[in-house]
């Protein structure tokens, strides 16, 4: 479980809170769409959970790991049950696609008789195991993201935390990455999603949790999006 009472948090540089009184808990194998408009605090929000940054005021816990409290020298413990993919992206442009990949593993000295086999098969998730020798330069904005996502779960998190990773690309790969994300859902892997695109949302209906000027305005169960979504398009949706 994901625990978050009620935080408060402001960067240094700033009067205003980023984050207001936040609290919910987000339950293991769950997908929650995070939405809300550009500043509500949903980049903050993820970094929270991921260690990147720590609460002002109030209580941060990841399954075994209370954020608050977690030494620094501990953090690279609760990076591998936690996965994350940031607008910056930061690929290694003239490496391959199976360097950039396999750099997260040599860093946390995974075995390496093990790890080209684990590398293969995190290309293979994410449907990029043929292109494993091209290199980063040579892929398109897509198979970008998609890199991304294989660096993030390559240590097989529990937890992945994606920050608009669908923004700026046609329909066919928006829905391609959505796709992506609900099937390392279903093999048991805690989903939060960062976005703006609320059509993705009746693409593919699962919790919300709406911000706005840093505090949860709404948080909706995959049921009530789904009587909603029946409400405006008939009884497609309801399951």
């Not at 769950?30 to 993820?46: D, N, P, Q, R, V």
């Not at 910056?88 to 093990?114: C, F, S």
């Not at 609320?198 to 699962?206: C, E, K, Q, T, V």
């Not at 000027?213 to 049921?223: E, Q």
Request: glycine residues 6%.
């Amino acid at each position: 479980m994901i625990r978050l009472k009620n935080i408060f948090h402001k960067y240094d540089n700033s009067e205003e809170y980023t984050l207001k009184n936040i609290t919910c808990d987000i339950e293991q194998g769950e997908f929650i769409y995070l939405t809300g408009a550009a500043e509500s605090g949903k980049t903050t929000f993820l970094k929270l959970m991921c260690g990147d940054l720590n609460a002002g005021k109030g209580f941060v816990s990841v399954h075994s790991y209370a954020l608050n409290r977690l030494k620094k020298n501990k953090t690279y413990l609760l990076r591998r049950q936690v996965g994350a993919v940031f607008r910056d992206y930061e690929l290694l442009e003239y490496k391959t696609v199976y360097e950039n990949v396999a750099y997260v593993l040599e860093v946390t000295q995974y075995p390496v008789g093990k790890l080209e086999q684990r590398v293969l098969e995190t290309l293979a998730m994410v449907g990029l195991k043929y292109k494993a020798l091209d290199s980063v330069s040579n892929c398109s904005v897509e198979e970008r993201r998609r890199i991304a996502i294989a660096r993030a779960m390559v240590n097989d998190p529990r937890v992945l935390l994606v920050d608009e990773v669908t923004s700026n690309l046609n329909a066919k790969p928006r829905i391609n990455i959505l796709n992506l994300l609900h099937k390392i859902n279903k093999m048991g892997t805690t989903v939060v999603m960062a976005t703006q695109e609320l059509d993705l949302i009746d693409h593919m209906p699962s919790r919300m949790i709406e911000l706005e000027d840093g505090a949860i305005k709404s948080d909706r169960t995959k049921n009530h999006i789904l009587l909603i979504l029946s409400d405006k398009m008939g009884e497609y949706y309801i399951s």
